[in-house]
């Protein structure tokens, strides 16, 4: 088992920016690929980024490439999601993910185990 915690979200107005902490308890940390996903009211949940075990590999949905970076400290059992450049199409509830996969399938829900509580992004204009 895994627990998720996030963290950081808030308001901001556009062009602001935010990060998001996702602090993982429970197994080693390390062992899981991780990712951020979103949503948005009345919409589905949908991939925003990801992570490999390692931090080597990074992944970004087109939505958000060039303004959001995503990182983890694996001594501090911690993901981070740095945003930047935050637009009002930004503002939603932002989860963060553990899974299993290793190359293909980050951005399906489906390929996470484990997920957090949320927390609320909200980007003024």
């Known amino acids: 088992q895994v627990q998720l915690v996030e963290s950081g979200g808030g308001a901001v107005q556009a062009g602001g920016s935010l990060r998001l902490s996702c602090a993982a308890s429970?197994?080693?940390?390390?062992?899981?690929?991780m990712g951020w996903f979103r949503q948005a009211p009345g919409k589905e949940r949908v991939f925003v980024a990801a992570i490999n075990r390692s931090g080597g590999s990074t992944y970004f949905a087109d939505s958000v490439k060039g303004r959001f970076t995503i990182s983890r400290d694996n001594a501090k059992n911690t993901m981070y999601l740095q945003m930047n450049m935050l637009k009002p199409e930004d503002t939603a509830v932002y989860f963060c993910?553990?899974?299993?996969?290793?190359?293909?399938?980050?951005?399906?829900?489906?390929?996470?185990?484990?997920w957090g509580q949320g927390t609320q992004v909200t980007v003024s204009s």
């Open positions: 429970g197994r080693t940390f390390s062992l899981y690929a």
């Open positions: 993910a553990a899974g299993q996969w290793y190359y293909s399938n980050f951005d399906r829900s489906s390929a996470y185990d484990y």
